[in-house]
């Protein structure tokens, strides 16, 4: 029956500055709410500071206060508004679609995650949501009548981790927290580390760029091709053997990042078959003694 199971693949991206140029907040709300980015990213940084807090936390918290200032919409639906115009770097629209046909004629189940410190709503509201079997990121929590409040859920870049485990076991739903500590031997595991590709653009995500690299899986730094001075602390990375590979974030077909993925695919079904192959001849060769 085993035989027969497809193979997991799944490919784990950051948001900003991996899939997306820039921060999300910065493409419309920002600026509605009169704000330069710097401006408003020095403000929360500030309030962090000053508050011995969480960096996710008081950027929430000073959006909900500007758009309370500026009397904006604060509903679900006004956020993904602000989602919608978001663009892409070159390639993405069509990468998951090929990604999954590639996989596929490779006997593999592609499937794509998100981890981002960004806001969920947000990205709920891009052209490229559909493509994700599930987007963890932060939230806001909502009133009776549907207003945000404050914040929900805020992911920062070591709380990263925890959906990585949770991808790893099978424990998608946030309200369980059973599935996500329990003891589960690591055969068992829905999609096995080495099964897993993650793709990040920082700082922020060496975490699991390590943790995701040291369970065996591949790890990918990515950098903005508009601004090719950031190869150079994407290169350190690799210096560090903190990630697999280093490319810009194009992912248009024949791209250094598309090769290099079609290679990984390759790897993992390679594996696949290798261990189908051994349980096959175990099963074959008779009894000894
Ligand atoms: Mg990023």
Known sequence: MSETKPTPLVFIYDFDGTLAPGEMQEHSF???????????????????????????????????????????????????????????FPGVETWFQRINREGGKRGLEVKHYVISSGLLEMIEGTRIYPEFEKVFASTFLYDADGVAVGPALAINYTTKTQFLFRINKGALDLADDTTVNAYIPKQDRAVPFENMVYIGDGSTDIPCFRLVREQGGTSVAVYDPAKPALEGRAAKLIDEQRVDFVAAADYGEGSPLDEFMRAVMDAVAARARQRTLARQTRRKRPALG
Not at 31 to 57: C, T, Y
Not at 67 to 87: C, D, P, Q, T, V
Request: aromatic share 8%; hydrophobic share 40%.
């Open 30 to 88: 920002i600026p509605a709410v009169g704000m330069k980015s710097r401006a408003f990213w020095k403000q929360s940084n500030d309030l962090a500071r000053e508050a011995h807090g969480d960096r996710i936390l008081l950027y929430m918290h000073l959006m909900l206060q500007e758009a309370m200032l500026h009397s904006l919409r604060r509903s679900r639906e006004a956020f993904r508004e602000h989602g919608k115009g978001i663009s892409f």
